[in-house]
Nanobody, 125 residues
Framework: VQLVESGGGLVQAGASLRLSCAPS????????VGWFRQTPGKEREFVAA????????KYADSVKGRFTIFRNNAKSTIDLQMNSLKPTDTAIYYCAVDVRDRIQLTTPETEYDYWGQGTQVTVSS
């Protein structure tokens, strides 16, 4: 599985951005697609996850109510709609795939098998 992220950019605080994760290769409905983010000097942080079929979702507390992860059926992508952006959301955002069929969506980055190259999101104050 190969993953390509798109949609990053520079915005002001309070604005919105939508990131897309486009997988290539065989994707099964039970796979989990997650979004993570990383800033210099910090560990990669879980943001949100969803099953490839578009059912169950999970969010980090820091983004609940502001970010929405969903399957974009028209583009066959997993999108992350980010609203009310804050300067603290500034990071490189990565999408990743966990190929295990799990009862609960998982958050540790070590549980994810495939990663994209990342897309930069910068939020100015």
């Amino acid at each position: 599985v190969q993953l390509v992220e798109s949609g990053g950019g520079l915005v002001q605080a309070g604005a919105s951005l939508r990131l897309s994760c486009a997988p290539s290769g065989e994707m099964y409905s039970a796979y989990t697609v997650g979004w993570f983010r990383q800033t210099p000097g910090k560990e990669r942080e879980f943001v949100a996850a969803i099953t490839w079929r578009g059912g169950k979702t999970k969010y980090a507390d820091s983004v609940k109510g502001r970010f929405t992860i969903f399957r974009n059926n028209a583009k066959s992508t997993i999108d992350l709609q980010m609203n009310s952006l804050k300067p603290t959301d500034t990071a490189i955002y990565y999408c990743a795939v966990d190929v295990r069929d799990r009862i609960q969506l998982t958050t540790p980055e070590t549980e994810y098998d495939y990663w994209g190259q990342g897309t930069q999101v910068t939020v100015s104050s």
